[in-house]
Each structure stands twice: as structure tokens, then as C-alpha cells.
């Protein structure tokens, strides 16, 4: 974490969360959304008022099957804050890599959130992956949050 403030009153705080480097890839079969690291990839901070919180994902998904789309969502608890659709359906093969990059600005209320990426497969039946191999570092899944004051 890095917090850094600035002489003209404006101040900064920087988290970056991220899954164990190389710890595995992230798999649901599930049509509902589901944390994808409930402890690595997830983040509890209240925003004052007058703050805000920019949230950034992003990694590779895939899907297990040419008939399945995997969703991957921002969210402040359960609800949805920002979703993108990819891996699957039109491809022309399973197993094909997509990045995913997501951006959500949150407008502080003074109270707790706990923000988490999660994700789904989209017909509920075939695995949808975020990439994480085992023995590889530097690729897996990230979240990054900068709280600011607001302008």
C-alpha cells in the first residue's frame, strides 16, 4: 500500500491486490458470479466523502468450451459495478485467451465497501478460467485502487 500526500492539500492512496503469483488458474462452472479469490482479490475500505476510488481489473480469461462465455465483474459486494463478456461463444475453439480490463469510479459515501472481482460462466455448465498458471508469475489476475480527492 502507498499513500502519498501532497503539499497543496491533495492526497493519494494506492492498493494493489493480486492472486499468489503462479498459484493456479481460477475455475467456475457456476452461472451466478462467484468470488474469484475472496482474500487476494478483494478489498474492504471505506471512501469519505469529498473522496473518490477509481478500481481497476484485469487478466486473461478463457473458456473451457466454444459454447460458453466467461463474465467478469467489478462489484461492491453483490452488486455489479462494471462487467465485460468474453472468451466462448465465437471464437471457433475453446481455450482461446482474452484479455479483460475493467475501470469503475466510485463516489465516496462515508461508509464500508467491500469491493471484489468475481466472475461466472455464462451458461452455467462449462468452466470459465482466469488465467493464473501454476509456476508462472507476472500474469495473473490484478486490482488496483487510487483514492483521491474529489475535484
Not at 5 to 16: D, E, H, N, P
Not at 32 to 44: G, I, M, R
Amino acid at each position: 500500500m502507498l499513500r502519498a500526500v501532497f503539499t497543496q492539500g491533495f492526497s493519494l492512496l494506492a492498493v494493489m491486490k493480486q492472486g499468489p503469483p503462479g498459484g493456479g488458474n481460477y475455475i467456475t462452472a457456476s452461472a451466478a458470479y462467484v468470488d474469484v479469490d475472496a482474500v487476494n482479490l478483494a478489498y474492504t475500505v471505506t471512501v469519505p466523502l469529498g473522496k473518490k476510488l477509481l478500481i481497476r481489473a484485469s487478466g486473461v480469461v478463457f473458456s473451457t468450451t466454444v459454447i460458453n462465455n466467461v463474465v467478469v465483474a467489478i462489484t461492491d459486494g453483490a452488486t455489479v459495478l462494471a462487467d465485460t463478456n468474453g472468451g466462448g461463444t465465437g471464437i471457433g475453439r475453446a481455450d482461446s485467451n482474452h484479455c479483460f480490463a475493467l475501470d469503475y469510479l466510485f463516489v465516496g459515501d462515508g461508509l464500508a465497501h467491500t469491493f471484489k472481482l468475481r466472475f461466472l460462466a455464462l451458461n452455467g455448465v462449462n468452466n470459465a478460467v482466469i488465467y493464473n498458471p501454476a509456476g508462472v508469475t507476472g500474469v495473473g489476475p490484478r486490482m488496483t485502487f487510487l483514492m483521491f480527492d474529489s475535484i
